[in-house]
């Protein structure tokens, strides 16, 4: 008898989607024994019919006409690998309705439009995976969603720019300035033509947005996320931070306080001894804090085209799996709670702070006055060189709420004694 078979389009057959295209293909033998079924890849959708032809060993799968596949009642499972917000989005909602489950990459959509999307999901009665949206191929989604659910999720820390992970590294290891780090991360083909969605940390920005809705179980989105890049961080930065024992690395922080969700993305020291400390190159990691499983890391590649399409295969799997037992949907939208926001400014951090002032008497006394007279109190005060006429200090305050930190920055500004603010970085 002629095994079962489940039909899958894929939308898209760049990098992810010719990852997904070889990955399924390896698995062909045994797929069978592992999830029951065969998947077969009935037809694919690009752009440009004679660019993608070199790709795939049949080129009569190719289509440029969006019809063909979801006017085909045979296609069970869409894989969309397209990217950006339309016609991504019409797609994906136009797939769910007809009744196919969706598998996607997407983190740009699922961070703006991730409500509409499992919305239609769920009222269709059908999966909407996206396992790959976030840190590539490292499994987070599903174990937040699942292996953590007894848990209350207070806290998720994430280098989830891979790229960006890169430069730093390098400005760490090698004392490269930021534009020498970034034009070798181009050469490699780490970065894009257009850096800007990871430097800015928008990359990250949305992927945070996706694991702070999953972790806390109400709707982050990417305007949320309060975002800084790394294209101020200097190597002199880095090098001070490590005679205090510390990296800087790019983080996403998401809390889950009783005052609401803080969720944001910026450079941020952090100590050596710390787990993500370690995490270098463009490798990617997910901290978890539960309150009943304690402290989880999740680790890996989290972009490339076998990476990913590992995650997206991974949840085809799950899919045709649910397909074959008759529950599709089983798990759709967990954001069940509306949470506020927390605004910045309310938030607590420490702060790493380079200075350049007069050097002359009474200048320090004037900066600590400043900050005693906003609530910022200080853990260290070093003066770290002198140049000519100007001393260069390096200030560490406690837990300062950010309002006051940045009345301090404000006053500070405008003192003709302070000749440059070099450099403002969170503490983790
Ligand atoms: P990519 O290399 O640019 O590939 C996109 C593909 O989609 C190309 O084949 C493109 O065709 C096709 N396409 C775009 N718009 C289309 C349209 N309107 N109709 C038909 N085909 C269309 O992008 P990618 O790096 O594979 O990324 C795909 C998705 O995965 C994105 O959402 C991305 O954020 C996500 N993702 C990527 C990575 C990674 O490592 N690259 C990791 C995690 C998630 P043409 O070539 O003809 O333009
Ligand atoms: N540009 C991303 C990174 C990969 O550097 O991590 C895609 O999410």
Same mark, same amino acid.
């Given at each position: 008898?002629?095994?079962?078979?489940?039909?899958?389009?894929?939308?898209?057959?760049?990098?992810?989607?010719?990852?997904?295209?070889?990955?399924?293909?390896?698995?062909?033998?045994?797929?069978?024994?592992?999830? =029951?079924?065969?998947?077969?890849?009935?037809?694919?959708?690009?752009?440009?019919?004679?660019?993608?032809?070199?790709?795939?060993?049949?080129?009569?799968?190719?289509?440029?006409?969006?019809?063909?596949? $979801?006017?085909?009642?045979?296609?069970?499972?869409?894989?969309?690998?397209?990217?950006?917000?339309?016609? /991504?989005?019409?797609?994906?909602?136009?797939?769910?309705?007809?009744?196919?489950?969706?598998?996607?990459?997407?983190?740009?959509?699922?961070?703006?439009?991730?409500?509409?999307?499992?919305?239609?999901?769920?009222?269709?009665?059908?999966?909407?995976?996206?396992?790959?949206?976030?840190?590539?191929?490292?499994? $987070?989604?599903?174990?937040?969603?699942?292996?953590?659910?007894?848990?209350?999720?207070?806290?998720?820390?994430?280098?989830?720019?891979?790229?960006t992970?890169?430069?730093?590294?390098?400005?760490?290891?090698?004392?490269?300035?930021?534009?020498?780090?970034?034009?070798?991360?181009?050469e490699?083909?780490?970065? &894009?033509?257009?850096?800007?969605?990871? $430097?800015?940390?928008?990359?990250?920005?949305?992927?945070?947005?996706?694991?702070?809705?999953?972790?806390?179980?109400?709707?982050?989105?990417?305007?949320?996320?309060?975002?800084e890049?790394?294209?101020?961080?200097?190597?002199?930065?880095?090098?001070?931070?490590?005679?205090?024992?510390?990296?800087?690395?790019?983080?996403?922080? /998401?809390?889950?306080? &009783?005052?609401?969700?803080?969720v944001?993305?910026?450079?941020?020291?952090?100590?050596?001894?710390?787990p993500?400390?370690s995490?270098?190159?463009?490798?990617?990691?997910?901290?978890?804090?539960?309150?009943?499983?304690?402290?989880?890391?999740?680790?890996?590649?989290?972009?490339?085209?076998?990476?990913t399409?590992?995650?997206?295969?991974?949840?085809?799997?799950?899919?045709?799996?649910?397909?074959?037992?008759?529950?599709?949907?089983?798990?759709?939208?967990?954001?069940?709670?509306?949470l506020?926001?927390?605004?910045?400014?309310?938030?607590?951090?420490?702060?790493?702070?380079?200075?350049?002032?007069?050097?002359?008497?009474? %200048?320090?006394?004037? %900066?600590?006055?400043?900050?005693?007279?906003?609530?910022?109190?200080?853990?260290?005060?070093?003066?770290?060189?002198?140049? =000519?006429?100007?001393?260069?200090?390096?200030? $560490?305050?406690? &837990?300062?709420?950010e309002?006051?930190?940045?009345?301090?920055?404000?006053?500070?500004?405008?003192?003709?004694?302070?000749?440059?603010?070099?450099?403002v970085?969170?503490?983790?």
């Amino acid at each position: 008898m002629e095994a079962k078979k489940i039909q899958v389009a894929l939308l898209g057959l760049g990098t992810v989607g010719t990852g997904v295209y070889k990955v399924l293909e390896r698995q062909k033998e045994e797929m069978l024994a592992k999830i =029951g079924v065969e998947l077969e890849i009935r037809r694919i959708l690009v752009r440009n019919l004679e660019k993608a032809a070199a790709k795939v060993k049949d080129p009569g799968i190719l289509t440029n006409d969006w019809k063909t596949i $979801i006017e085909d009642e045979s296609i069970d499972i869409v894989i969309e690998v397209m990217g950006g917000l339309e016609p /991504a989005r019409t797609y994906m909602l136009e797939a769910l309705k007809a009744g196919k489950n969706v598998v996607t990459a997407n983190k740009d959509l699922m961070a703006t439009n991730g409500r509409e999307l499992m919305d239609t999901a769920k009222a269709a009665g059908r999966d909407l995976l996206f396992e790959a949206a976030v840190a590539g191929g490292i499994p $987070i989604i599903r174990p937040l969603k699942q292996c953590l659910a007894g848990n209350h999720i207070e806290e998720v820390i994430g280098i989830v720019n891979g790229t960006t992970n890169f430069i730093l590294t390098k400005m760490t290891e090698e004392n490269m300035e930021f534009q020498e780090a970034l034009d070798l991360a181009t050469e490699l083909g780490y970065a &894009e033509a257009d850096p800007t969605a990871d $430097i800015e940390g928008l990359d990250a920005a949305r992927k945070m947005a996706i694991l702070a809705s999953i972790a806390f179980n109400s709707r982050v989105t990417f305007d949320d996320v309060y975002t800084e890049g790394i294209t101020k961080v200097t190597a002199r930065d880095i090098r001070y931070a490590k005679e205090m024992g510390c990296h800087i690395k790019l983080l996403g922080k /998401a809390r889950n306080t &009783e005052e609401g969700i803080e969720v944001s993305v910026h450079p941020m020291l952090i100590d050596s001894r710390h787990p993500l400390a370690s995490v270098n190159d463009s490798f990617n990691a997910v901290f978890v804090k539960g309150d009943a499983v304690g402290d989880t890391m999740f680790y890996g590649r989290g972009a490339g085209e076998l990476p990913t399409a590992s995650a997206i295969v991974g949840d085809v799997f799950d899919v045709a799996r649910n397909m074959l037992s008759g529950c599709t949907g089983r798990i759709s939208c967990t954001c069940y709670k509306s949470l506020p926001i927390k605004k910045m400014a309310d938030i607590n951090s420490r702060y790493f702070m380079r200075l350049q002032v007069d050097d002359r008497p009474g %200048v320090l006394a004037a %900066v600590t006055s400043v900050f005693g007279n906003n609530n910022v109190s200080i853990e260290q005060f070093i003066q770290k060189r002198k140049k =000519g006429d100007l001393a260069e200090i390096v200030v $560490i305050t406690e &837990e300062v709420v950010e309002r006051n930190f940045n009345d301090s920055l404000r006053i500070l500004e405008t003192m003709s004694m302070i000749k440059d603010i070099s450099a403002v970085i969170r503490v983790y």
